[in-house]
Every structure is written in structure tokens, then in C-alpha cells.
């Protein structure tokens, strides 16, 4: 269908514009992105020209024949691109300039022409856009991925410092070697050792936190184009990895023992992936842990075709029940796996020291790509994360925050049955710090809840973003971690109320194409 709907313009704009939009109702995209592309296209093409007043969102509803909902969805994910802008009491305007438009030059004759080769807006950019909103105060925010600010042990981190400052003086704020301040790589060394991970001091290379463990990785090991295999959904950091590196990357189903290998190899065989990127144990956003057999035949089919195994091990040890599992790493006989981890999910995330365990095969590349992307990780701070992991504050802080962890888990499974919608199932982590929600798959989605949880004081991590290929509409991840107990109770109450007054909505549009 293709509706022609007149704007109502501002006094000083004589010729009003039309808004053409062409809706696919049997189609996989939802209406509000659909609404997205459509408007984005004609401010950038000029045909909406800037300080055109749009429809209200309830009157172009009514125009379409669709959810309002999609229609505040909509507008919102383009005034957080700056597409459009809001005034109270005036309604909604194309903003002064396109954020994407590009400069012109001028070819020599008067005329102009767009800078080429611009990037384009990434796929998910506007989803991202709404997410930024739960940083908002007064928020009860589930949307991000690090522990909450009382995890992190102060007195200790200042009593490092100090104590660094007061022994090693100005040598602790010069330049490190880009594999890593020694005594801090021996002590990762006998640290992993206890995972059942063997290695030297001379294989720990100290990076800014695990991503850019991972990050260096990608570097490392692949060239513009090549191809990276994961599970689907995966870590969102590795998403924006491959995206700026400019290599592809490919998603695998997971069942719940992790990647399905039936999958995995025939993708191999038909592609030839550079790497297989997983996080085996408590898989963000799933928080899945992949059986002892699994990781076996994992590792067997990485030896087999002779892909190295990125394992991302930063959730390892936030375990609260179950069995605890070797890393990959620690069943590897060959050298195939490349293992980064971190503290930063344990404590002290703004510290930003992680690490990478790897063999010789891989481990002077890994080193050369980390000096020239930095020269080194901060010296005070991996002298102080060295102290603090000598005095065993890390083990005791660890223990603390994985019993808080347990008790903040249980409140949001109790908060969860009671306050997200019927027909809703969720996973049962025995550590880590998410829950992985499923929506009921004939209500609203996530993305589409969104915009009235935030109205409502509460966000959550939208899950398609976690996804490869944009499914996962109807997901959600929850970090349970992330707040207080009471805080947990009512931030689940806020999304389960948002879920209803949208699906509220739905029911009024029987034929909404949403559904």
C-alpha cells in the first residue's frame, strides 16, 4: 500500500510536501522501522525538506491503519539520530540538516556534488540510539553490561595506588612494554592456572580489557573482508569489532548447549570462516554454558579444519551453583585456542585490564598489533591490579559478588513471573549476570515496548541487536546484576506494565501488522 499523507506546514513554507509511505504488511519488517526507512530516505533525498512539520503520531496511526505505538517508535529512534526534533506544544520537525548528509564541494562549474564513498548508517543504529535512552536519570536501567558501582572495592584500589606510588614512584606513570608489566603477567599466569589453563608468563599478553583482547585478535588474524563464525545471538562488542575492522561476520544457531556444530561445519565447509568466536561459559546475553561434550567436539572440529578458537572467558567465574567447567583454553592440547578474559566483569570495569593467553603461533602478531594500537596498557593500573590480585582482594571480592549476584538473580526470577506478561519464558543462569527474556511472540516486540518502559522509568537491553541477522524482535536481556533488589522488583513491574498498555494497543488494531 502506498499512502500519500499532506504535512501540515509551518506558516513560512508555502508549498506543502507529501509523505509517501509504502508499507509491506506481509513482510518480515516491523511497521515502525518501515516507518524509519521511509522518512529517513526523503529527508536525505531533499524531498522533506528541513522544518517540515510531520503528522502527529495519533493522526498518522489513523491515516496507516496501524499501532500508534509504531508511530512514537518511530519518530523517537529518528529525533535520537537527528533526523528530526521535538518542540512542546508544536508538534514534530525534519531538523535543520540530515546527520548523514554529506558536505558539498564544487566540481569546478558552480554546481556541487556529495563527498563520495560515505558510510552508511548501520543497520541497527537506531535501535542502539534507544538503548543510549536508559542512561537517563531517575532510569531504573537493566541495559548494560558491567556490575554495579558497589561491586567495586575502593579501599583496596586505593590503597594499591597508593602503595604503587609509594614504591615504584614515577616508573609506575611511564610506558610499559606492550606485552604487559611482568609481575602482573606472572601473576594472570598462576591466576588461569587455577581455570586449568597452562601456560607461561611469556603467553599472557596484557590488553585494555577484553574487548580490546578481542579486538586485537580480529586484527591480528584477519584482513579486510574475511569472514568470523559465532553464535547467534552473540556479544554486541564483537559486533561493533567487525563492523569497524570491515570483515564479515556470520551467526550460528545455538540450542541449549551453545552453537549448533551440525551447523557450524557445514558453514565451515561451504565458507572457510579466519575464526570461530564463542563465550562458552554464561554466554552473554544468553548466560548459557556449554557442556563439557560440547566443548570437546568444538575443539576437535576447530582442529580438524585448522580455525583458531577465540574463547571470550570474562563471565567464567561469575559462577553461583552448578558445576564449574574447564575453559576452553584448559582442554586445548594444540594451541588452537586464543583465550581473552578480563576483570573488568568481577570488578573495577573502568581499570580496564584484561588479557590474552595465546601460543606462539599467534602470540608476536598479537603483540605488535597491541603496540600499535596503544604501546601498552596504563602502567598504575596494572601495577595496582597486580597488587590487588597478590593480596587476594580479588578472591574475596569475587566470592562477595557472586553470593549478591545469587540473591539478585532470585529476585528477578520472582519479579519476572510475577510482573513480565503471560506465555513469557526466560533462562535459568547458575551465574553470570543476565536474564534472557522470550516476549510472547503475538504481543508487541521489544523494540516496540521500549520507548513506553523508558516513559515508564525502566530499560532493558533490545535483543536483536545481539543478533547476526536481526531476529530476535521479541527478546530482551535483563542484567539482574546491575541493580538493587527492590530496584530489580520495580524496574520489572515498570516493563511489564509498558508491555501491557502497548499490547493494549494491539488489541485495538485486530489486523495490526505488527502481529
Not at 491515516?63 to 512514537?72: A, E, F, G, K, T
Request: glycine share 8%.
Amino acid at each position: 500500500m502506498l499512502l500519500y499523507v499532506y504535512n501540515v506546514l509551518e506558516p513560512v513554507m508555502l508549498n506543502p510536501s507529501k509523505l509517501a509511505i509504502g508499507l509491506d504488511r506481509d513482510g518480515e519488517e516491523p511497521i515502525y522501522r518501515q516507518l524509519i526507512r521511509h522518512i529517513r530516505a526523503q529527508i536525505e533525498s531533499g524531498v522533506l525538506p528541513a522544518g517540515t512539520r510531520l503528522p502527529a503520531s495519533r493522526d498518522l496511526a489513523q491515516q496507516l491503519n496501524i499501532s500508534r505505538i509504531s508511530v512514537v517508535n518511530a519518530y523517537a529512534e529518528l529525533r535520537a539520530e537527528g533526523f528530526l526534533s521535538a518542540h512542546a506544544g508544536r508538534g514534530t520537525f525534519i531538523a535543520g540538516e540530515s546527520p548523514n548528509s554529506a558536505p558539498a564541494s564544487s566540481n569546478g562549474n558552480g554546481s556541487t556534488h556529495a563527498t563520495p564513498n560515505e558510510a552508511p548508517t548501520t543497520p541497527d543504529r537506531s535501535l542502539r540510539e534507544m538503548m543510549r535512552m536508559a542512561r537517563k536519570p531517575g532510569i531504573i536501567s537493566f541495559a548494560q553490561g558491567s556490575p554495579p558501582g558497589e561491586f567495586f572495592p575502593l579501599q583496596h584500589l586505593r590503597d594499591a595506588i597508593n602503595s604503587v606510588l609509594d614504591r615504584d614512584g614515577t616508573k609506575a606513570l611511564g610506558y610499559e612494554i606492550a606485552e604487559g608489566y611482568m609481575p602482573l603477567r606472572a601473576a594472570v599466569r598462576d591466576y588461569v592456572s587455577a581455570l586449568g589453563i597452562r601456560c607461561t608468563a611469556d603467553q599472557v599478553l596484557i590488553t585494555g580489557g577484553t574487548q580490546q583482547a578481542c579486538d586485537l585478535v580480529v586484527q591480528a588474524l584477519l584482513s579486510e573482508g574475511e569472514l568470523i563464525v559465532t553464535e547467534n545471538p552473540t556479544y554486541l562488542g564483537m559486533l561493533d569489532i567487525v563492523r569497524t575492522r570491515r570483515v564479515q561476520i556470520q551467526g550460528i544457531e545455538v540450542d541449549e548447549d551453545g552453537i549448533r556444530l551440525d551447523m557450524l561445519e557445514n558453514f565451515i565447509l561451504d565458507n572457510r570462516p579466519k575464526l570461530i568466536y564463542v563465550m562458552p561459559t554464561f554466554q552473554n546475553p544468553t548466560s548459557s554454558v556449554m557442556p563439557l561434550h560440547r566443548r570437546r567436539q568444538l575443539l576437535n572440529l576447530a582442529n580438524e579444519y585448522q580455525i583458531p578458537l577465540l574463547e571470550d572467558g570474562v563471565y567464567h567465574e561469575l559462577r553461583f551453583e552448578g558445576e564449574n567447567l574447564p575453559p576452553l583454553k584448559a582442554l586445548d592440547e594444540t594451541g588452537i585456542v586464543i583465550h581473552a578474559s578480563g576483570f573488568t566483569k568481577m570488578m573495577l570495569p573502568g581499570l580496564r585490564i584484561g588479557y590474552i593467553v595465546s601460543d606462539s603461533s599467534h602470540y608476536e602478531r598479537l603483540v605488535r598489533v597491541k603496540q600499535a594500537a596503544d604501546i601498552s596498557s596504563p602502567s598504575l593500573n596494572q601495577r595496582a591490579m597486580h597488587l590487588l590480585l597478590e593480596r587476594g582482594v580479588m578472591a574475596q571480592q569475587l566470592e562477595r559478588n557472586n553470593r549478591e549476584l545469587r540473591r539478585r538473580r532470585d529476585v528477578a526470577l520472582n519479579a519476572a513471573a510475577k510482573h513480565l506478561p503471560p506465555g513469557s519464558r526466560w533462562n535459568m543462569p547458575e551465574g553470570g549476570l543476565y536474564l534472557w527474556v522470550q516476549l510472547p511472540k503475538n504481543g508487541p516486540t521489544a523494540a516496540e515496548v521500549y520507548i513506553t518502559a523508558i516513559h515508564m522509568g525502566a530499560a532493558y537491553a533490545i535483543g536483536s541487536v545481539f543478533f547476526t541477522n536481526g531476529a530476535g524482535s521479541h527478546r530482551l536481556r535483563i542484567n539482574y546484576g546491575s541493580q538493587k533488589p527492590a530496584d530489580i522488583e520495580d524496574g520489572l513491574r515498570r516493563i511489564g506494565r509498558a508491555w501491557r498498555e502497548v499490547a493494549c494497543d494491539y488489541a485495538d488494531m485486530e489486523k495490526s501488522p505488527l502481529l
